[in-house]
């Protein structure tokens, strides 16, 4: 056996060692030990670096994603997740925030193709969009699916109502879901898949607390995708963020995370969901003119971008 044929195995030996669990100080000497040695520059060293963070960030992606229920775009998310990664790395935030967008799109563009999910949006659509507020003998929240009777608010008003013209919200209402803006998706697959469509009125801030976050993404995203010169709307959300990127790095991957949680817990739709529609009724939408839900008022039309 020559030499280099020695090392060959050496290296596997190597490789096989660092990857076990409770040796990444070895991982940590070796690259240590190599920094010291004159045949070794910094631009090596940090490649080796790279390499290594790079394999950890792929095992990462893989156990985000190891229980999502699409399997057909698990690879290309999994892509995108090892690629956010290395844009914090970079602290580079625009295209963190746009590779965190990529996922979100990706998991929604998959699920509003589904006919589950397009039947029970085109059942309840125009049906009040919080389940009624009571409890049982034992104190518990109900936890159905029927709705508010006397509520107009709708599941239509809560997802286009705000600061839409009364024709083109009647517009969105008729539409194929997948002919609407990409918020307009994303919005309902937070209703019907993330909160599984039984959104209870206590439900509506952190409905509009994930909807605004993504929102603000999504504006990065487009900045980053087209370059186009900022709108008022764009600087006023930037001026908000860019002093605060280090807290939204967080912000924005909690996003990630509970929109992937919820995905896997509410996705598939259920049988039971859909046995609920079939015994609905067809409603078509009605005027957008309201401002209060119950015992909630609801916030000022909000400017968004579609």
Not at 43 to 54: G, L, S, V
Not at 158 to 174: A, R, V
Not at 185 to 199: E, H, L, N, T
Request: one cysteine or more.
């Amino acid at each position: 056996m020559d030499n280099k044929e020695q090392l060959r195995k050496l290296l596997e030996f190597i490789n096989s060692v660092a990857k076990q669990q409770g040796n990444e100080w070895f991982v940590e000497e070796l690259i240590a030990t190599l920094a010291t040695s004159p045949n070794f520059s910094n631009e090596k060293i940090n490649e080796i670096h790279e390499y290594c963070i790079e394999k950890i960030s792929k095992l990462q992606a893989k156990s985000f994603y190891k229980d999502f229920p699409i399997k057909e775009i698990i690879s290309q998310l999994e892509a995108d997740f090892i690629r956010m990664e290395s844009f914090k790395r970079k602290d580079n935030f625009e295209d963190f925030a746009m590779a965190i967008y990529q996922q979100i799109e990706n998991i929604t563009n998959q699920i509003i193709k589904n006919n589950r999910f397009r039947e029970a949006y085109a059942k309840l659509l125009n049906y009040p969009a919080f389940i009624k507020y009571e409890k049982d003998s034992k104190g518990k929240d109900y936890d159905g699916y029927e709705r508010s009777v006397n509520s107009n608010y709708t599941i239509a008003k809560l997802l286009y109502g705000s600061n839409t013209k009364e024709e083109d919200f009647f517009k969105k209402t008729q539409q194929d879901i997948t002919t609407l803006y990409a918020l307009d998706k994303i919005r309902a697959v937070i209703y019907f898949v993330y909160f599984k469509g039984k959104m209870k009125s206590s439900d509506f801030n952190d409905f509009i607390t994930i909807t605004d976050l993504i929102n603000s993404i999504y504006q990065y995203r487009n900045q980053n995708h087209r370059g186009d010169v900022l709108t008022e709307y764009q600087k006023n959300i930037m001026e908000k963020i860019d002093p605060k990127r280090y807290q939204y790095y967080l912000k924005y991957f909690g996003v990630l995370v509970s929109f992937v949680e919820k995905i896997e817990e509410g996705f598939p739709i259920s049988d039971e969901f859909i046995k609920y529609c079939t015994t609905l009724q067809n409603k078509t939408a009605k005027s957008i003119n309201l401002t209060v839900v119950g015992k909630i008022e609801l916030p000022e039309e909000r400017n968004r971008k579609k």
